[in-house]
């Protein structure tokens, strides 16, 4: 079955601390993996998108990983901020470039304190 | 680009009303997708569009949720009657092509129905 796990359910961290999110998936043919932030009443916005052959990619603060044998992926954020606070979804593309479709995690709530 | 635009943004109607949201695609994307985000279901696909041609609607809940897109510029997602359990945020999203390269999402509806 194509799915896509996330944890932590939720997470709470201190401003300025870093953090890392986890994501395993079970999708067949695997394509590309990328993580969205979506913040409180607005849509997912991209972050990071990972093909099977990629190992790490940064977008500033936020760093993802891919381990496709394992099919395991991390987000790690570093020094966080408040403006941090907001779900982060993993999202697997499952099949070709022409024809597939997304799995959507259920994501992690992160919230930064002060 | 005012990128992908959904309305209205906020929407509550009484059960049994007809119920109608607008998405208005990024220009020069040839397919666009509507998902349904429940804290329960997370992110579902409901039915994506190819060169305004309905491609996949699987992820339709029942004959009560239509959806048209007559042109490339504008897409239609309409319940009709409806529950208190569609009450969710609808999202519209546009790509080019399958979207396997990335997706832009709205900003959402947020429906309730009383």
């Known amino acids: 079955k194509n799915q896509v796990e996330q944890s932590p359910q939720s997470l709470i961290i201190l401003e300025g601390k870093n953090c890392t999110l986890q994501?395993?998936?079970?999708?067949?043919?695997?394509?590309?993996l990328r993580w969205y932030k979506q913040d409180t009443g607005r849509g997912p916005v991209s972050l990071t998108i990972m093909t099977f052959s990629e190992n790490t990619k940064s977008n500033g603060r936020y760093t993802a990983t891919l381990d496709a044998d394992t099919k395991q992926s991390s987000l790690h954020i570093t020094a966080s901020q408040l403006s941090d606070s907001a779900s982060y979804i993993c999202?697997?593309?499952?099949?070709?470039?022409?024809?597939?479709?997304?799995?959507f995690g259920r994501g992690t709530q992160l919230t930064v304190w002060p | 680009d005012a990128g992908v635009i959904q309305s209205p943004r906020h929407e509550v109607t009484e059960m049994g009303q007809e119920v109608t949201l607008r998405c208005k695609p990024i220009s020069g994307h040839n397919s666009l997708f509507w998902y349904r985000q429940t804290m329960m279901r997370g992110l579902e696909l409901l039915i994506y569009f190819n060169n305004n041609v309905p491609i996949d609607d699987s992820g339709m809940p029942e004959d009560r949720f239509s959806a048209k897109m007559p042109n490339a510029s504008f897409s239609t997602l309409k319940i009709q009657p409806s529950e208190p359990r569609d009450s969710a945020v609808y999202f519209c999203a546009s790509s080019f092509w399958s979207g396997a390269d990335g997706y832009t999402f709205g900003s959402g509806t947020r429906l309730t129905v009383v």
């Open positions: 999202v697997a593309w499952g099949g070709s470039s022409t024809l597939g479709r997304l799995y």
């Open positions: 994501c395993n998936y079970t999708v067949s043919p695997f394509s590309n």
